[in-house]
């Protein structure tokens, strides 16, 4: 999942960040949604997919130049990827389920 931060124009005398979310069913989708121009200002990353794995996709971003804060949301943290996905970048590794609150608080410090 990529998580765009939007700061809104201030209206009546304040103004509100707004997060928008947009999923991806495989690394290769993201890959091929990818925007360089725009690129999101956050990423949550499951590790395990069918073909290329999360930590792939860290690396490909990586191997571009390209520098995205992760979160790594996964049923598995202590599977033989996670060391690997913290060594290519990623903030953080949480566990499934995650509490959406928790979640929230992890985004916000992951784009600010």
């Given at each position: 999942m990529s998580i765009r931060h939007r700061q809104s124009p201030p209206r009546y005398g304040w103004s509100f960040c707004a997060l928008q979310a947009k999923s991806y069913h495989s690394c290769e989708a993201?890959?091929?949604d990818f925007d360089?121009?725009?690129p999101p200002s956050c990423m949550i990353l499951d590790l395990y997919f069918p073909r290329m794995s999360g930590v792939e996709l860290q690396r490909s971003l990586a191997g571009k130049g390209i520098t995205i804060p992760t979160i790594v949301l996964t049923a598995r943290p202590d599977g033989s990827l996670a060391p690997l996905?913290?060594?290519a970048?990623?903030?953080e590794i949480i566990t499934k389920p995650v509490e959406g609150d928790q979640l929230i608080?992890?985004?916000e410090a992951a784009i600010n």
């Open positions: 993201f890959l091929a360089a121009d725009n996905s913290i060594e970048g990623a903030l608080e992890k985004i």
